[in-house]
């Protein structure tokens, strides 16, 4: 106000046009700040304030950037979601980061990088997590040389808590004006885990495919209904015809990864084979034997058996991808994408059955127990539920699989990361 009451005693004084142009060029710069300072997003939490040259208090947005992530895609997700809370606990936005296309995680030139938009839809994810997480992109960045690293500790000696003191060390204090804290270390999938499922839950429901990819799920689940609505006989049914979606862990990495976990933790309720997947699908109370699509989703490299198809009981009609027809559509897609496609196939079925070691199925599940959770369903575990899951791994009744819904109360998602047998039911 001084400042401008100064201008007019100029003007009244006489003063130069380069008194007058100075003042204009002045007050049209405060005039900016002020449409800036109404039209920017104002969330605080991601925000701090420095002071500019000027004395004005200009809002400057806080980043975090973490490492590349890796490995399978539900680990993937995990640990962006692990890369987006820890974030949100240092009161920052998460720069996008890069998801890995291939499953190769030890041999680092094959990790093939794909940007996380590429796969999921930026802006559709910071709309639905708007005010809980939130993603910023690269181009958002003010000073690129403003960075601190911060080196994740590692090895038995690194503890949760030891974890939690140093994110509690970086989110305040002189860290509060850097605009980006780079985190060095392992895959975010690793990083200790400090946040309750619902949280978790929360980013995976921000976590939308981008149109391509959902509407190649729409065709494969849309073959699969297709070919459930006729009998062999081509006669057309009129009414609606479920589908059963069994995740069907065969394959030779799993194989040999199940095994040494059972060895480990002195348990049998890993491993299935094909005969007791077989058995126990079959044995699911009130499924209509009369016509049962089963979509197998199954990694085909990876499968040393073909017959996957052979020994269903009478009534059950097995499809996987080469049968159904859609093994074209997969093939155009490295293999995060595929497996992407196959979990909104499964997400989707009436019925699905997965085993709970497996963090495909653990997710799959997780999200169908949210759904029963938003239709008001008090009895999750009824006989007549909508949305049921199945753990083949785990002898339910009538020698079928085990029901299986996610506590969404834990404390932690380390049950869901690394599987469990207590599967709430």
């Known amino acids: 106000m ?50 500019s040259s000027y004395g004005f208090v200009v809002q400057q947005q806080k980043f975090l950037e973490v490492p590349q992530i890796v490995w399978g895609l539900n680990n993937q997700k995990i640990a962006f979601a692990r890369a987006c809370l820890t ?22 030139d094959l990790l093939q990088p794909i940007s996380f938009d590429k796969v999921f839809q930026f802006d559709k994810f910071n709309e639905l997590c708007s005010g809980f997480v939130q993603l910023g992109r690269y181009s958002d960045l003010l000073n690129r040389t403003q960075v601190v690293e911060l080196q994740k500790g590692s090895g038995r000696k690194w503890t949760v808590q030891r974890d939690l003191d ?19 270390g392992k895959n975010p999938f690793l990083w200790h885990d400090h946040w309750p499922v619902k949280d978790y839950a929360k980013v995976f429901e921000c976590l939308v495919l981008v149109d391509e990819f959902t509407q190649e799920a729409d065709r494969v689940a849309s073959m699969i209904r297709k070919v459930g609505s006729h ?17 069907m862990r065969v394959e030779i990495d799993w194989t040999i990864h199940c095994k040494k976990l059972e060895q480990r933790l002195n348990t049998n309720q890993i491993c299935s084979s094909k005969n007791e ?13 009369n016509q049962v699509v089963l979509y197998l989703a199954v990694a085909d490299k990876l499968l040393q058996n073909s017959s996957i198809l052979e020994g269903w009981k009478e009534g059950f009609l097995p499809f996987e991808k080469k049968k159904l027809g859609v093994d074209k559509i997969y093939a155009k897609y490295p293999y995060l994408i595929q497996s992407a496609i196959d979990y909104e196939v499964c997400l989707r ?48 009744e009538l020698n079928g699989p085990m029901r ?17 047998n207590h599967i709430s039911c």
């Open 2 to 51: 001084e400042f401008l009451f100064n201008c007019k005693l100029i003007k009244l004084m006489g003063g130069g046009n380069l008194n007058s142009l100075v003042c204009k060029i002045v007050f049209l710069f405060i005039a900016v700040l002020i449409l800036r300072a109404f039209l920017l997003p104002q969330n605080l939490v991601f925000m701090s304030k420095n002071v």
């Open 87 to 108: 974030a949100r606990m240092l009161n920052r936005t998460l720069l996008m980061p890069s998801l890995s296309a291939s499953l190769f995680y030890k041999e680092i």
């Open 166 to 184: 140093q994110l509690r060390q970086y989110k305040n204090g002189s860290f509060d004006d850097i605009e980006v804290i780079k985190i060095d």
């Open 231 to 247: 009998d062999d006989k081509g006669n057309s049914f009129q009414n609606y015809v479920p589908y059963v979606a069994v995740h």
């Open 277 to 289: 997947i077989m058995e126990r699908v079959g044995n699911i109370e009130g499924l209509n034997k």
């Open 349 to 396: 079925a009436d019925i699905f059955v997965g085993n709970s070691f497996s963090t495909f199925s653990s997710l799959i599940v997780l999200e169908r127990t949210q759904k029963m959770i938003k239709l008001g369903v008090n009895e999750m575990c009824g006989s007549d539920v909508r949305w049921p899951s199945f753990a083949y791994n785990i002898k339910g």
């Open 404 to 420: 299986w819904v996610t506590n969404m109360s834990d404390s932690s998602l380390h049950a869901i990361s690394y599987g469990t």
